[in-house]
């Protein structure tokens, strides 16, 4: 068949192993892989014991790209992608690492936070035949865990904590040769990380768990999986049977008993603690584990552009969904929140001339109209300083760290009670960004000042001083009126245009 010339490739760097695929798509849509290669190196090891990574490390890492690069080359390779997880992520002397891959290979590595290397795992899940209509979703890497909740094709909730397999053992390690119940310390442990998870995803009761991570491929014979639609299914008696088998033997002890490296070994109790409690979370009776990998999830993004279409779709979807579903969970007033997103996303579109600003940027202030009264709930007197904390804090499907932040930011200002700042400084971009979509956003929160949706319907008229709001509906509109005319200064401020309030009643 014939093939497609663009040759791609994407690097992984891990916490054990870097590694790189070389791909290129045929006739017929499909991806395929036309080299793998895999070189180990412990940075996670380090970078969870010492903080740090060692220069020699860095110099065999160096090294081993040097060597990756030059495999690109031979297969001409057009475009590639190269990321880092969690050990590289959790590095003191990360930048300085960036830069010698930089200046040393002339290789650009991203750094992906907890919740973006999640996320692309995520969208794999939703895309498979396993998933029904709704699912608990867990991604086990070796230094982070990402727990989501999907209902009907979307993420609606999500959280990660700081704790993989690699790093609970590293961690804990130095306690195994002072207890013959070591098993019981990495339970407590494991335990006291899983609060936060309980509660937010325990009382779901969800019967369905859908599971990926690494070492996977490992684990699963060794637990009676079977095999069924591309998936393993690991059965809970299967789990269970196993950790009894090895909980009071040591690594090497448990490399006997299973017949399988002492290196893979060590790692396994940790493994089997997490994913028991992971599977806790839920009334299923078994894991389901998709074989998901992240060198072909971006892969197919460089060679479909289809594909990271359909990715970012499900990012923003996914991040509205989040937004809603914790407006919901801190007793907003659902409905007014509701209103208020409607006439900011109308307001976004059709003043696009005006704000100048990405469509993608949208989502950020949707979800900021949804939770600008989140912090009621928590602190009514300084509301809008609470809200800021709430969300800052939060964790939304689609949201990277920044930009979760810019919609903390959004939404506490916009909320239009007083606001103290934020805690990181935006640079001049982000200041311009925030103010834009916030301007849009008190403006778009005066129009249902009273909370009872007396505007039904907008026109907009755009000259060169004014923005002429002709709202119809029901009921007296002065209240939205004075509402729109004291934001005004500061939407003039921003855009340069004065925003003139006029209500029709239906009725007239």
Excluded at 37 to 52: D, Q, S, V
Aim: with cysteine; charged share 25%; net charge neutral.
């Amino acid at each position: 068949m014939k093939r497609s010339p663009k040759i791609v490739s994407v690097v992984d760097i891990g916490s054990s192993f870097v590694r790189m695929g070389v791909y290129q798509c045929g006739k017929n849509g499909a991806v395929t892989a036309l080299d793998m290669l895999e070189y180990p190196i412990r940075l996670g090891h380090e970078a969870f014991t010492e903080g740090r990574i060692r220069a020699e490390t860095v110099r065999e890492l160096v090294a081993a790209l040097r060597g990756f690069s030059q495999v690109m080359k031979e297969y001409g390779v057009t475009e590639y992608r190269a990321v880092a997880t969690t050990a590289l992520r959790e590095a003191e002397n990360r930048p300085y690492v960036l830069d010698q891959l930089k200046t040393q290979n002339n290789l650009t590595v991203d750094v992906l936070e907890d919740g973006e290397e999640s996320a692309l795992v995520y969208s794999e899940l939703l895309r498979s035949p396993l998933m029904k209509k709704s699912a608990l979703f867990a991604y086990i890497g070796t230094g982070s865990i990402g727990v989501a909740a999907a209902e009907d094709g979307t993420v609606v909730r999500c959280h990660s904590i700081q704790l993989g397999f690699l790093k609970l053992g590293e961690i804990l390690r130095g306690l195994e040769d002072q207890t013959t119940h070591f098993h019981t310390v990495l339970e407590e442990y494991v335990e006291t990380r899983f609060r936060r998870l309980n509660r937010l995803f325990g009382r779901l009761g969800m019967e369905r768990l859908l599971l990926t991570g690494r070492e996977l491929e490992a684990i699963a014979p060794l637990c009676g999986a079977e095999r069924r639609e591309g998936a393993y299914i690991l059965r809970r008696d299967g789990l269970e049977a196993l950790y009894g088998r090895i909980k009071d033997l040591g690594a090497a002890a448990a490399a006997r008993e299973l017949g399988q490296p002492e290196e893979l070994s060590a790692q396994l109790l940790p493994m089997l603690a997490i994913y028991r409690k992971i599977l806790g979370l839920t009334k299923a009776e078994e894991i389901i584990a998709p074989c998901v990998d992240i060198l072909d999830i971006l892969s197919a993004q460089l060679l479909l552009p289809q594909r990271r279409r359909e990715f970012e779709a499900v990012q923003q979807s996914g991040a509205v969904a989040c937004a809603r579903r914790t407006a919901s969970a801190r007793h907003v007033d659902l409905a007014h929140a509701e209103r208020t997103a409607a006439f900011a996303v109308l307001l976004f579109d059709k003043l696009k001339k005006l704000h100048g600003i990405s469509g993608k940027r949208r989502t950020l202030l949707e979800c900021a109209a949804l939770l600008h009264e989140v912090g009621e709930d928590v602190n009514s007197k300084n509301a809008a300083d609470a809200t800021y904390e709430l969300i800052r804090r939060a964790y939304f499907y689609g949201l990277n760290e920044e930009e979760t932040a810019l919609v903390a930011e959004i939404a506490a200002f916009g909320s239009g009670d007083a606001f103290s700042g934020s805690v990181r400084p935006l640079n001049e971009k982000q200041r311009l960004l925030a103010d834009k979509l916030a301007a849009l956003l008190v403006l778009a929160n005066a129009l249902d000042e009273s909370h009872v949706g007396k505007v039904g319907e907008l026109k907009l008229r755009l000259d060169e001083k004014t923005l002429a709001i002709t709202a119809r509906g029901g009921g007296d509109m002065l209240l939205e009126k004075w509402a729109v005319g004291e934001n005004t200064p500061f939407f003039e401020e921003v855009f340069g245009i004065r925003p003139v309030f006029v209500g029709k009643n239906r009725l007239l």
